[in-house]
């Protein structure tokens, strides 16, 4: 079982707050809006502090490697959803980064099967922090400002890319443990 610390608290609350997110942005409440982008803040905000606990109290689990990654798909792709939906965001731009993120995620679970861990790299979490600014946008600003519209564009852009650097970085890893093995065996 998985040891329950801080940071996995954390990942756990950010999967809980993902339908609370949905049912704000879809409830159609007058301050809905608002309150949508308070808890999608605050989702977003614990993914940032539950990696900061992780790296300084050396509490760093394979739980917390493997849960906290799929806690921000899941919070990103429930956002991204609600947001096609209401028609603030278009549907293809929530595709790319869908795509993206499922085909991570089971690129993710093959290479544990392979006995290869993936945490987020530098250019995924600077991925995360574009899309979550770029969501947090779109659900507080109504209209598509010029500024709104770039953001949106740039967390495409950023999605593509570190999803093609985690595939070969993935990749690299993989031939590595493979040559390890080879070494071991030998």
Not at 102 to 108: E, M
Not at 140 to 156: F, M, Q, S
Request: net charge positive; hydrophobic share 60%.
């Amino acid at each position: 079982m998985a040891s329950l610390n801080w940071p996995n608290l954390l990942t756990v609350v950010r999967i809980l707050l993902v339908p609370v997110l949905v049912v704000a942005l879809l409830g159609g409440t007058s301050d809905g809006d608002i309150f949508a982008a308070g808890v999608f803040a605050a989702a977003s905000l614990t993914d940032f502090v539950d990696g900061y606990l992780a790296r300084t109290r050396d509490s760093v689990t394979t739980f917390g490697k493997l849960m906290d990654p799929l806690a921000d798909k899941l919070l990103v792709v429930a956002a991204l959803i609600s947001l096609v939906s209401l028609h603030r965001l278009a549907a293809w731009v929530a595709m790319v980064i869908i795509a993206r993120e499922l085909a991570v995620t089971v690129l993710r679970l093959g290479a544990t099967q392979a006995g290869v861990i993936m945490p987020a790299s530098n250019f995924g979490k600077l991925k995360t922090c574009v899309q979550i600014a770029a969501i947090l946008g779109v659900i507080a600003v109504h209209g598509h400002p010029a500024w709104l519209d770039a953001l949106v564009y740039a967390a495409v852009v950023i999605t593509v890319a570190s999803g093609l650097d985690y595939f070969f970085g993935l990749r690299r890893r993989i031939e590595q443990a493979r040559r390890a093995d080879a070494v071991q065996a030998g």
